[in-house]
């Protein structure tokens, strides 16, 4: 049983570039959430989706766009990439107002 | 505008004794609220789960008290061990919502 897979797992960017960071879960729930963790800020929210064929801002949304593929998919792009979107990145499911379930992160430097 | 506050950054406790985790929120209509643990470079892990329903849950050496008037949550580890010693986020969200906030974290050390 896989769970929350995110590829990749390190990753590094020039100012500029863009890069689309992948998730796929297997436990067909219906709600994904992509969330930024940087040192003394906690994890904040990026974007979530609560079904498929939607997509929500959270806290801090900027710079980043989101697709809900399908059930099991949900990606992350980062169309120009900057070095204050240097962070670890963590995927997460869940059912409908049950607990989260995480990805092991995408840990992204742009330099 | 901070919803979920966790206002310790760190707790170190001896082995064997109690460990209380703090956390305060600001939205009242925040109903559901979990408690997760993370390790260095891994992913963070479900701990315990509370609605706004009931004012306490246990599970094993975990037990969280939720205090509606006050606004506020706390995670008791009894009796902690020194592989408890990870950082501690507290999460929220209300009804009709799937959007779930985190705290910033507290790191917990157990000394043995």
């Known amino acids: 049983n896989a769970g929350v897979t995110q590829t990749p797992k390190f990753q590094v960017l020039k100012t500029g570039q863009s890069m689309t960071l992948q998730c796929a879960q297997d436990?067909?729930?219906?709600?994904m959430y992509w969330y930024r963790q940087d040192p003394g800020m906690g994890l904040r929210l990026i974007y979530y989706?609560?079904?498929?064929?939607?997509?929500d801002k959270g806290e801090v949304p900027n710079g980043y766009n989101v697709s809900r593929l399908n059930k099991r998919e949900f990606s992350l792009r980062l169309e120009s990439a900057a070095p204050s979107q240097t962070s670890v990145y963590f995927c997460?499911?869940?059912?409908?107002?049950?607990?989260?379930?995480f990805g092991s992160g995408t840990q992204l430097s742009v330099l | 505008d901070q919803q979920v506050k966790q206002n310790s950054p760190s707790l170190s406790v001896q082995e064997g004794r109690i460990s209380i985790l703090n956390c305060d929120y600001t939205n009242s209509m925040f109903d559901y609220f979990l408690w997760y643990k993370k390790y260095p470079a891994e992913g963070p892990t479900f701990l315990i789960s509370?609605?706004?329903?009931?004012d306490k849950n246990e599970d094993g050496r975990f037990t969280v008290f939720l205090n509606k008037s006050a606004k506020h949550l706390s995670l008791h580890i009894v009796p902690s061990q020194p592989g408890d010693s990870a950082v501690y986020f507290c999460a929220a969200s209300r009804g009709g919502s799937e959007k779930l906030v985190f705290g910033k974290g507290t790191k917990l050390t157990v000394n043995p």
């Open positions: 989706s609560a079904s498929e064929g939607t997509t």
């Open positions: 436990m067909n729930h219906n709600s």
């Open positions: 509370i609605s706004s329903i009931k």
């Open positions: 997460a499911s869940r059912r409908i107002r049950e607990k989260l379930f």
